[in-house]
């Protein structure tokens, strides 16, 4: 895993050609940031970086999206708030909840579910639920956080430079299954 700028994510070994994002357009990227109105006053946009990070995880299919930690004492809320502010500026239907330590995980796990492309075939959800962003605990400190990750589309790891502790990240890895991670991000 080789670090990277705050806010690309990335999958295995990075490219020599860059970060291995997909740019997005440019003129996409100014209508976000141009002329964003809440009741009649204007509102900042999200940061460039969670802007760039949003247009990279739609290059995967998901519904649901898990932000996991990679070590005890880590936190993934603002990454979740971040990115459904970027969602809403685009007009897309994006709810994100932040687990603490009273959430029943059953149920969190099956309102990711709904939302998730894995329903079984011939069921959907009596409305659309559009995208869920889960804000997760770190697994490797409370493991009942891996039922939302089971039931989740996609998963991406996120690592804190300077504080997150290699081991940690690793047995974060094992314990979520290599084949479920989108990616990881780096905050600096």
């Given at each position: ?5 705050s806010g ?9 050609e ?5 740019a ?9 940031e141009a002329?964003?109105?809440?009741k009649?006053?204007?509102i900042d946009a ?5 802007q ?6 739609l290059?995967?299919s998901?519904?649901?999206l898990?932000l996991?930690p990679?070590?005890?004492g880590?936190?993934?809320?603002e990454?979740?708030?971040?990115l459904?502010?970027v ?7 994006v709810s994100?909840?932040?687990t603490?330590?009273?959430?029943d995980?059953v149920s969190a796990?099956e309102v990711v579910?709904?939302a ?6 011939g069921?959907?959800p009596v409305?659309?639920v559009g995208?869920?962003?889960?804000a997760?605990?770190?697994v490797?400190a409370d493991?009942l956080g ?8 996609i998963?991406?790891?996120?690592i ?9 990240v ?5 314990l ?7 990616g990881c991000?780096?905050i600096?």
């Amino acid at each position: 895993m080789k670090p990277m700028k705050s806010g690309h994510i990335t999958r295995g070994e990075q490219s020599s050609e860059g970060t291995g994002v997909v740019a997005p357009d440019p003129l996409v990227l100014a209508a976000l940031e141009a002329d964003l109105l809440d009741k009649g006053r204007r509102i900042d946009a999200p940061s460039r970086q969670f802007q760039e990070l949003w247009f990279a995880l739609l290059q995967r299919s998901w519904r649901s999206l898990a932000l996991v930690p990679g070590d005890a004492g880590g936190s993934a809320n603002e990454i979740a708030i971040s990115l459904t502010e970027v969602g809403r500026v685009l007009h897309e239907s994006v709810s994100s909840f932040v687990t603490t330590d009273t959430l029943d995980y059953v149920s969190a796990a099956e309102v990711v579910a709904a939302a998730g492309s894995s329903t079984p075939a011939g069921t959907r959800p009596v409305e659309p639920v559009g995208r869920i962003i889960a804000a997760l605990p770190p697994v490797v400190a409370d493991p009942l956080g891996l039922k939302i990750v089971a039931a989740a589309d996609i998963v991406v790891i996120c690592i804190e430079m300077g504080r997150t502790r290699l081991a940690a990240v690793r047995r974060t890895i094992e314990l979520v299954g290599r084949d479920r991670i989108a990616g990881c991000l780096l905050i600096q």
